[in-house]
């Protein structure tokens, strides 16, 4: 056994950490305030290959390996939750499709495009009345002779306002139910796809969330990915990553907000010494320490086996539900150590609080997680 | 045109230095050791005039083997070569050794133009770029802000900063050394396919023996200073609030305690 990361990865992590910490860490709160993430953002992290991030070189992409991709979301979470799973949707939930998936044809159309970032994508598989229980879409693609003719309301689109390109799912064929479901890629300016509204929301608040909505709207017969009704295989699969992202995220958090507490338990002085000479104090962070500690593991260990392409649903799901709840417990203490000011906004841990809600809930909830984990060891 | 970078590893600048218990030196465990600030300038504008002109940035770096991973990170943004000058026997170097042996490395390989960063952000000495200056009897211009080379890549121009902040603009010819300060560019981050690419660049190691160096020539042996104990600089007393309500007699207090307690005025 050895933990030790390579040369590679660990000057990856480092180059993320100096990016990540000098550049977007002081404007992660401008862009929660603003709800946005401006665009040149977008543009300087293309220029330095992290909007392609696993893709081959062919095109364009960094060509890192599944755990160097993770250093870096752990990197970025820490200082920029809403941007880090703006980018883990694009690279590992749109790239990853269209290269696992895709034929060669739709490679050289669409991956050098979205490595350089002059595309962003987004994945929409959540509707309304379909969150958790996927399989029971109502979003139709009937295929007519060479297009698909698609109606129906998508929701929560992460990036939804800001991508050029969906990974989208819906039913080609509605008898067959979860058996029906295919994924289509859908250019953002097809006509009568209405992209809404930016939902207000309580954390990752830079982060772009849209509801869709498709009426008569017509997509190329070509455009289908991968294999007709088999959609539901590819959601599946591209979801392993998807939580092991969310786990990294939520240790970059977690992380991010031990050290906030930390350093404030050094500071603050209440009967005449430092809050971090209390024991009450020390306890707490040791226990935050141990957590996210575990939790790294557990993200690190389902990262491995997704890089030796082991399957791992299982150890993802534990490494998703794992890091998330202590991801909230470790910013509830955070805040707490805090006292009031972890209540007002000029202090990180409000937001990191915030932020870390929505892990338990986005790419599968912790119930659902908890189905995955017990269906394995029911099997 | 060759470009040449002289780079040095030190500790992060957020490192709390620690002396260890004899006071012979710091205390390196746990120590983070990062591109030293100001060669990150000097290795910017070698890429930078690379990319305008043409030719090869050789990055060379005196240090403990750790110091490859310093190297590794300039050609990730961008050098083409490293040369590490690497033995046991250099260790304790002051900068008129250091500068001896980088020079007698430095003076094997073509060069145009040989940048480095103002000082080092760990000892602070500033003396590095001058003495190579004399051993390759080159011409140098220090704490540049601002360079310019010429359209026959003849001479370059430099804005330098004066001992009093005064900016003077020197004109010297080519091959020269130029030594960074901060404002000079700003240096880029690292992409990473720079990073994957990095790994397969040539990092030449040269030892002692490859320098035709004997070993009391280097080292702490072959150095004129001998740093005889390290301490810590004593801690700051806080500061003194002196309080009043009228000016006049905050003032008053204020010049009393100038005169006869810092004793200044
Ligand atoms: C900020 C944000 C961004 C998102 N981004 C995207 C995106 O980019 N693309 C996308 O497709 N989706 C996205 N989602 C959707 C997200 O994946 C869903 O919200 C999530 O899967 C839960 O679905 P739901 O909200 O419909 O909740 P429901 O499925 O209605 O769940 C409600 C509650 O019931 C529980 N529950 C449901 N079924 C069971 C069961 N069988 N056993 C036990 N408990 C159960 C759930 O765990 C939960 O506690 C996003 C969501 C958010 C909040």
Same mark, same amino acid.
Request: charged share 25%; net charge negative; with cysteine.
């Given at each position: 056994?050895?933990?030790k990361?390579?040369e590679?990865?660990r000057?990856?992590?480092?180059?993320?950490?100096?990016?990540?910490?000098k550049?977007?860490a002081?404007l992660?709160?401008e862009?929660?305030?603003?709800?946005e993430i401006?665009?040149?953002? /977008?543009?300087?992290?293309?220029?330095? +290959?992290y @909007?392609g991030? @696993?893709l081959?070189?062919?095109?364009?992409?960094?060509?890192?390996?599944?755990?160097?991709?993770?250093?870096?979301?752990?990197?970025?979470?820490?200082?920029?939750?809403?941007?880090?799973?703006?980018?883990?949707?694009?690279n590992?939930?749109?790239c990853?499709?269209i290269?696992?998936?895709?034929?060669?044809?739709?490679?050289?159309? /669409?991956?050098?495009?979205?490595a350089?970032g002059?595309?962003?994508g987004?994945?929409?598989?959540?509707?309304?009345?379909?969150?958790t229980?996927?399989?029971?879409?109502?979003?139709?693609?009937?295929?007519?002779?060479? /297009?698909?003719?698609?109606?129906g309301?998508?929701s929560?689109?992460?990036? +939804?306002?800001?991508?050029?390109?969906?990974?989208?799912?819906?039913?080609t064929?509605?008898?067959a139910?979860?058996?029906g479901?295919?994924?289509?890629?859908?250019e953002?300016?097809?006509?009568?796809?209405?992209?809404?509204?930016?939902e207000?929301?309580? +954390?990752i608040? +830079?982060?772009?969330?849209?509801?869709?909505?498709?009426?008569?709207?017509?997509i190329?017969?070509?455009?289908?990915?991968?294999e007709?009704?088999?959609?539901?295989?590819?959601?599946l699969?591209?979801?392993?990553?998807?939580?092991i992202?969310?786990?990294?995220?939520?240790?970059?958090i977690?992380?991010?907000?031990?050290d906030?507490?930390?350093?404030?338990?050094?500071?603050?002085? %209440?009967?005449?010494?430092?809050?971090?000479n209390?024991q009450?104090?020390?306890?707490k962070?040791?226990? @935050?320490a141990? %957590?996210?500690?575990?939790?790294?593991l557990?993200?690190?260990?389902?990262?491995?086996?997704?890089?030796?392409?082991?399957r791992c649903?299982?150890?993802?799901?534990?490494?998703?539900?794992?890091?998330?709840?202590?991801?909230n417990?470790?910013?509830?203490?955070?805040?707490?150590?805090?006292?009031?000011?972890?209540?007002?906004?000029?202090?990180?841990?409000?937001?990191?609080f915030?932020d870390?809600?929505?892990?338990?809930? /986005?790419?599968?909830?912790?119930?659902? %997680?908890?189905?995955?984990?017990?269906k394995?060891?029911?099997? | 045109?060759?470009?040449?970078?002289c780079?040095?590893q030190?500790?992060?600048?957020?490192?709390? $230095?620690? &002396?260890?218990?004899?006071? *012979?030196?710091?205390?390196?465990?746990g120590?983070?050791?990062?591109?030293?600030?100001?060669?990150?300038?000097?290795?910017?504008?070698?890429?930078?005039?690379? !990319?305008?002109?043409?030719?090869e940035?050789?990055?060379?770096?005196?240090?403990?083997?750790?110091?490859k991973?310093?190297?590794?990170?300039?050609?990730?943004?961008?050098?083409d070569?490293?040369?590490?000058?690497n033995?046991?026997?250099?260790?304790?170097?002051?900068?008129?050794?250091?500068?001896k042996?980088l020079?007698k490395? $430095?003076?094997?390989?073509?060069?145009?133009?040989?940048?480095?960063?103002?000082?080092?952000?760990?000892?602070?000495?500033?003396?590095?770029?001058?003495?190579?200056?004399?051993?390759?009897?080159?011409p140098?211009?220090?704490?540049?802000?601002?360079?310019?080379?010429?359209?026959d890549?003849?001479?370059?121009?430099?804005?330098?900063?004066?001992?009093?902040?005064?900016?003077e603009?020197?004109?010297?010819?080519? #091959?020269?050394?130029?030594?960074?300060?901060?404002?000079l560019?700003?240096?880029?981050?690292?992409?990473?396919?720079? &990073?994957?690419?990095?790994?397969?660049?040539?990092i030449k190691?040269?030892t002692?023996?490859d320098?035709?160096?004997?070993?009391? !020539?280097?080292?702490?042996?072959g150095s004129?200073?001998?740093?005889k104990?390290? *301490?810590?600089? #004593?801690?700051?007393?806080a500061?003194?609030?002196i309080?009043? !309500?009228?000016?006049? !007699?905050?003032c008053?207090?204020?010049?009393?305690?100038?005169?006869?307690e810092?004793?200044?005025i």
């Amino acid at each position: 056994m050895d933990f030790k990361l390579t040369e590679d990865q660990r000057m990856i992590k480092e180059e993320a950490k100096k990016f990540a910490q000098k550049r977007l860490a002081p404007l992660a709160q401008e862009f929660d305030e603003k709800e946005e993430i401006p665009k040149e953002i /977008y543009k300087e992290l293309s220029e330095l +290959g992290y @909007m392609g991030m @696993m893709l081959p070189e062919k095109y364009g992409g960094s060509n890192l390996d599944f755990i160097s991709y993770i250093l870096v979301m752990e990197e970025f979470a820490k200082a920029c939750a809403a941007l880090e799973i703006s980018l883990s949707v694009h690279n590992s939930l749109v790239c990853d499709a269209i290269f696992q998936f895709g034929t060669e044809k739709q490679k050289e159309k /669409y991956l050098p495009k979205l490595a350089k970032g002059e595309w962003i994508g987004a994945y929409s598989l959540t509707e309304p009345s379909a969150g958790t229980d996927a399989g029971s879409l109502k979003t139709t693609a009937l295929l007519n002779k060479d /297009y698909y003719l698609i109606n129906g309301t998508k929701s929560f689109v992460t990036n +939804g306002g800001i991508a050029d390109l969906f990974v989208f799912f819906a039913l080609t064929n509605p008898e067959a139910k979860s058996k029906g479901i295919s994924c289509l890629l859908v250019e953002k300016n097809v006509e009568s796809l209405n992209i809404g509204a930016k939902e207000k929301k309580m +954390g990752i608040r +830079g982060s772009d969330t849209r509801e869709l909505s498709f009426e008569d709207c017509k997509i190329p017969k070509e455009n289908l990915l991968g294999e007709q009704n088999h959609g539901l295989r590819i959601a599946l699969t591209l979801l392993d990553s998807g939580r092991i992202g969310v786990g990294a995220q939520s240790v970059g958090i977690a992380q991010a907000a031990l050290d906030e507490a930390l350093e404030y338990s050094k500071q603050r002085v %209440q009967f005449g010494q430092p809050i971090c000479n209390f024991q009450a104090i020390q306890f707490k962070l040791a226990d @935050m320490a141990t %957590q996210i500690d575990a939790a790294r593991l557990l993200v690190y260990r389902a990262a491995h086996l997704k890089s030796k392409n082991i399957r791992c649903s299982v150890e993802a799901s534990m490494a998703k539900v794992f890091a998330s709840e202590v991801a909230n417990m470790v910013v509830n203490e955070a805040v707490q150590i805090h006292g009031g000011y972890g209540y007002m906004k000029e202090y990180a841990v409000e937001r990191y609080f915030r932020d870390a809600r929505v892990t338990e809930i /986005y790419e599968g909830t912790s119930e659902a %997680q908890r189905i995955v984990i017990s269906k394995g060891l029911l099997k | 045109m060759n470009i040449v970078v002289c780079i040095k590893q030190v500790p992060d600048t957020e490192t709390k $230095i620690q &002396i260890n218990s004899d006071g *012979s030196g710091i205390v390196t465990e746990g120590i983070k050791y990062v591109v030293n600030p100001y060669d990150e300038y000097a290795l910017e504008e070698g890429v930078r005039l690379k !990319e305008k002109f043409g030719g090869e940035v050789t990055v060379i770096s005196l240090g403990p083997e750790r110091a490859k991973e310093a190297i590794r990170n300039c050609l990730a943004v961008g050098a083409d070569k490293g040369i590490h000058l690497n033995d046991p026997s250099f260790e304790g170097s002051d900068s008129y050794v250091t500068a001896k042996i980088l020079a007698k490395a $430095i003076s094997e390989i073509p060069f145009d133009i040989i940048l480095t960063g103002k000082q080092g952000v760990d000892f602070d000495n500033s003396q590095v770029f001058a003495y190579l200056a004399n051993f390759l009897n080159l011409p140098f211009v220090s704490v540049v802000m601002d360079l310019e080379l010429s359209s026959d890549l003849k001479s370059v121009t430099a804005k330098r900063e004066g001992e009093g902040g005064e900016k003077e603009m020197i004109q010297i010819p080519l #091959p020269a050394i130029i030594a960074a300060q901060k404002d000079l560019n700003q240096p880029r981050y690292a992409s990473l396919p720079g &990073i994957m690419k990095a790994k397969k660049k040539e990092i030449k190691n040269l030892t002692l023996s490859d320098l035709d160096f004997s070993a009391d !020539e280097v080292g702490e042996k072959g150095s004129r200073v001998k740093v005889k104990n390290y *301490s810590l600089p #004593p801690e700051r007393k806080a500061g003194q609030i002196i309080q009043g !309500e009228d000016p006049t !007699e905050v003032c008053e207090i204020l010049v009393k305690l100038l005169r006869e307690e810092a004793k200044i005025i």
